[in-house]
């Protein structure tokens, strides 16, 4: 987890405990002088939009008093959803057998960017199988990884 996305994690997955749902993961992008913040919850029986309502505005409060962002920024909090993005080697592990797709910081045996199922976890690293080849991808490599949703 990048520097940025680590301290707001720590800022956040209080609130969002002690409002009683589970921090599923946050990203922060910056686009020059505008960054964003996504967080993204989720719970057993589902988020809705009063749940996204009462982590904003708790967060927005935390946020102003720590002031963990230099300028402007927005905060957007949103459940997972059926793209959920992956963070933690923790959430790989519980969707072994899904389709991922998965970006890479920097190539991998020639490449950044890998779709297919994710197949298992091997010391620290994820396990992905693409057409007919298995790569074992550095977790610390990965930038971003969503599932891929099969209907």
Not at 91 to 113: A, C, S, W, Y
Request: glycine content about 8%; aromatic content about 8%; overall charge negative.
């Amino acid at each position: 987890m990048a520097g940025k996305d680590a301290q707001l994690t720590a800022l956040v997955k209080p609130v969002a405990e002690a409002l009683g749902v589970d921090l599923w993961g946050v990203e922060y992008v910056s686009h020059g002088k505008q960054s964003i913040v996504r967080i993204y919850i989720d719970h057993v029986n589902g988020i809705d939009v009063d749940d996204c309502a009462k982590v904003s505005r708790q967060v927005s409060s935390v946020f102003d008093v720590e002031d963990p962002i230099m300028g402007e920024y927005t905060l957007e909090v949103s459940s997972p959803g059926m793209e959920r993005p992956l963070f933690t080697l923790e959430q790989f592990g519980l969707h072994i057998g899904e389709q991922v797709k998965v970006r890479l910081r920097t190539p991998f045996e020639g490449r950044k960017n890998f779709s297919g199922q994710l197949t298992g976890m091997e010391e620290g690293d994820v396990v992905v199988a693409v057409d007919s080849d298995e790569y074992l991808l550095p977790f610390d490599l990965i930038d971003k990884a969503n599932i891929v949703p099969s209907f």
